[in-house]
């Protein structure tokens, strides 16, 4: 992997001389989160800061190991963004009773707080424990009654009962979907698709996630489209590319779609423009044009190494001039 990358990044430094770094890159990696380069020596874990197999969707979400990234991108902002992000559709799994689902949480029976465990099993059985090791022995005693009440009754007995579902982050959840398009756009079309101002923002963003960057990193619902990689062509204000993916749990499996800025106009603007047209929350019913792009070795190969520059020019709202373009795929 470490080779494939190093010889993408050495083919967008000598294209058609379009590009040209300085000084000129061989045998480097680099961290397509901090931009630090990184040697092939980097993939031993011997100095302070390394670089790491990096998993797109993470690794507990059912992702596969796609790029590198180097240790601290991957343990700071990576680690925090992914906890979240699990987190938060584990919480969705047990709101939902799935299957294979438990959490340890307060629960309040009729004005009583007390701890408690609820577990579903793989049949759906739903199990909770009451823990009085944790609990207020006087207030356990409180629940245990009332529950008794209920048995004795001969009529139905009504004990409610309240779990808050575990705390997440909304923002933070929302940009560690973003850090997920980011990375799998690099690690599909390689380094040409970091030059672009837009995607320098987004980088920002999840490289520092408890910053206000990207004011809102929206997220739109495709539901009907296939995961992939796409250019959404209108409308015109929204021109950008959508990356969808689905994200399993041990219960189930779910598809979202985020929004990555092209390297010219709209860019970054997609975000602040979604609002405007949309308001807070995306609409399904609003007639998104895509794009799937073709699955192909961009990275690897030398004359794809532009195709995400390609794709964009054939399918954005700029229209290109650019024969050597079309030559290249
Ligand atoms: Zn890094």
Redesign the pocket.
């Known amino acids: 992997m470490f080779k494939i990358f190093s010889r993408n990044f050495e083919y967008v430094d000598t294209h058609n001389g379009e590009v040209r770094f300085v000084p000129t890159v061989r045998d480097i990696y680099l961290?397509p989160?901090?931009?630090?380069g990184f040697k092939e020596q980097d993939l031993e874990a011997t100095s302070k800061?390394y670089l790491t197999l990096e998993h797109v969707p993470p690794d507990s979400l059912g992702g596969k190991g796609a790029l590198l990234?180097?240790s601290?991108?991957?343990s700071e902002s990576g680690k925090l963004l992914d906890k979240q992000l699990l987190t938060y559709l584990e919480g969705l799994d047990f709101a939902d009773f799935l299957p294979n689902t438990k959490q340890n949480r307060p629960m309040t029976f009729n004005g009583n707080k007390i701890n408690a465990r609820i577990r579903v099993d793989g049949n759906g059985t739903v199990n909770l424990h009451l823990d009085p090791t944790r609990s207020n022995p006087v207030i356990f005693q409180n629940v245990i009654k009332e529950f008794k009440k209920a048995e004795d009754s001969l009529h139905e007995y009504v004990i409610s009962g309240s779990m808050p579902l575990p705390e997440t982050d909304s923002r933070l959840v929302e940009i560690a979907l973003l850090r997920i398009g980011y990375l799998a756009i690099f690690s599909t079309f390689g380094y040409c698709s970091l030059l672009n101002q837009g995607m320098y923002y987004v980088k920002e963003q999840i490289?520092k996630p408890t910053e206000k960057i990207i004011e809102h990193p929206y997220s739109i619902v495709l539901p009907s489209f296939e995961p992939g990689i796409y250019i959404l062509k209108t409308p015109k204000e929204l021109n950008c590319f959508v990356v969808i993916f689905d994200l399993k749990t041990k219960s189930t499996s779910r598809r979202f779609s985020v929004m990555l800025p092209g390297p010219s106009a709209p860019g970054v603007k997609i975000y602040s423009n979604f609002k405007t047209l949309f308001g807070e929350i995306s609409n399904s019913n609003i007639p998104f044009e895509l794009e799937h792009l073709p699955v192909k070795k961009y990275v690897s190969d030398i004359k794809l190494a532009f195709g995400y520059h390609f794709f964009w020019q054939k399918f954005s709202t700029s229209k290109s001039n650019n024969e050597n373009d079309e030559r290249i795929l």
């Open positions: 961290c989160i901090c931009f630090e800061t990234t180097c601290k991108c991957n490289s």
